[in-house]
């Protein structure tokens, strides 16, 4: 019966995703804002809504491939930035620029006296990237030609099973058990540094991310829910001090 579940999320994904730009299920990107504490939360899984209908144009802002599976550095995540909602034959993706990216136009035009909610948007579309970042899979090569993964339905198998690991549980209980490991990591964006900074930190958490994802691909398995909850927390932690300098310097 689970067997067949499973098919029919395949063939359904098949027909309306772009395939690399899977990601955590809505519940789980959502809780990861609720746990940093992120005040519109509720809009974090909004990103991959707008790439149902924006497609190519939206879709490389979740992932980077790395096909060169090479060390991710802070240079390497300001040079995807000019790459951010780009449509053309880039391959890769640019997910590390697209952080970067939204959250300039952010703050172009934020303005702490002025309550438009569509200013907000670009930091909503951020904290989705900012889950993306912690997911292993959107920071390797989705089809590894000369490993496992090798072709696309397995793939489309791997990463689904791997989106929904702890999607079973509350919002609450997810919530809780990210906010618990977020509270022990310590992160630091200097005001006067932020960006570069930034960078750096978006840089440490990719390749933990493919540190991670690398393992899963080696014993070709699933993320065990400890191994979720430790990417989840990162991503939490992130986006709990990058809203302490966007939204209320």
Not at 210 to 222: H, I, M, N, S, Y
Request: aromatic share 8%.
């Amino acid at each position: 019966m689970r067997k067949m579940a499973l098919r029919f999320v395949l063939i359904v994904l098949l027909m309306t995703c772009t395939v690399p730009a899977l990601a955590w299920q809505d519940k789980t990107h959502v809780a990861i804002a609720k746990a940093a504490g992120y005040k519109t939360w509720f809009n974090a899984a909004a990103a991959d809504i707008t790439k149902s209908k924006a497609g190519d144009k939206e879709g490389g802002n979740h992932y980077f491939d790395n096909l060169r599976e090479e060390r991710v550095t802070p240079e390497m995540v300001l040079a995807q930035a000019k790459l951010y909602d780009y449509p053309g034959d880039e391959e890769e993706g640019h997910l590390y620029g697209a952080i970067i990216a939204s959250i300039r136009k952010h703050l172009d035009k934020y303005d702490p006296k002025d309550p438009d909610k569509f200013v907000g948007y670009n930091m909503d579309f951020a904290a989705h990237y900012v889950g993306d970042l912690c997911r292993p899979n959107h920071n390797i090569p989705f089809i590894k030609k000369d490993g496992f993964p090798s072709n696309k339905e397995k793939a489309l198998e791997w990463h689904v099973a791997n989106d929904g690991v702890v999607e079973k549980n509350d919002l609450d209980q997810l919530v809780g058990e990210i906010r618990k490991r977020a509270d022990k990591i310590s992160i630091t964006l200097r005001k006067d540094h932020f960006e570069e900074d930034l960078a750096t930190e978006i840089a440490r958490i990719a390749n933990i991310s493919r540190d991670l994802g690398e393992k899963l691909r080696a014993r070709q398995g699933v993320m065990t829910p400890e191994e979720a909850y430790g990417q989840l927390a990162q991503g939490a932690a992130l986006l709990r001090v990058i809203q302490e300098y966007a939204i209320k310097q």
